[in-house]
């Protein structure tokens, strides 16, 4: 892309947030080959969950739409990782994969709306590069009580 990631994220009025300190034993992003896999990313803003709970129609569950733009968030929190791992994301050749989680109320269906919070955001700044294979799975629930969770796999330049 012309003018680097940096720039677009800019034109996008996207600033990428500090890395999210692990909650466990893990470390936030590893390195293999040409190939980065980032650990499952929460929507943590500013070291906290904006939302917590199922999600789902109805009192009491976070919506649909609200669970997607945290999917964003987790996307954003992801490529964090990835730039502090390997400095700049004018690295990235591609956007291999994307595995979203859904914390979902039992009647819920839409996590493939709810993830599509995290691709969308992945396009608008890779352009064709942030076109990704996906999965998009519902369970019961996440660390922490979140509603949605998200990890990427991307391809460096060689």
């Known amino acids: 892309m012309s003018g680097g990631i940096d720039a677009r994220l800019a034109e996008l009025g996207i600033t990428l947030p500090e890395v ?3 909650v466990a034993a893990y470390v936030p992003a590893v390195r293999t080959g040409q190939y980065v896999y980032t650990s499952g990313q929460l929507p943590f803003v500013d070291g906290a969950l904006p939302e ?3 999600v789902g ?3 009491g569950l976070v919506s649909p739409e609200d669970a997607a733009g945290y999917a964003r968030q987790c996307a954003l929190n992801a490529l964090a990782a990835v730039k502090a791992l390997v400095g700049s994301l004018d690295d990235v050749a591609r956007v291999v994969k ?6 979902s109320d039992p009647g819920f269906t839409g996590q493939p709306g709810v993830i599509n919070g995290a691709s969308t955001v992945l396009g608008e700044i890779f352009g064709d590069a942030g076109v990704h294979a996906r999965s998009a799975v519902g369970v ?3 660390p922490l009580d979140s509603p949605v969770e998200v990890e990427i796999v991307v391809e460096l330049r060689a």
């Open 52 to 54: 917590a709970g199922k």
């Open 98 to 103: 994307v595995v979203g989680f859904v914390a």
């Open 140 to 142: 019961t629930v996440l």
């Open 20 to 22: 999210a300190a692990p």
């Open 57 to 59: 129609l109805g009192a």
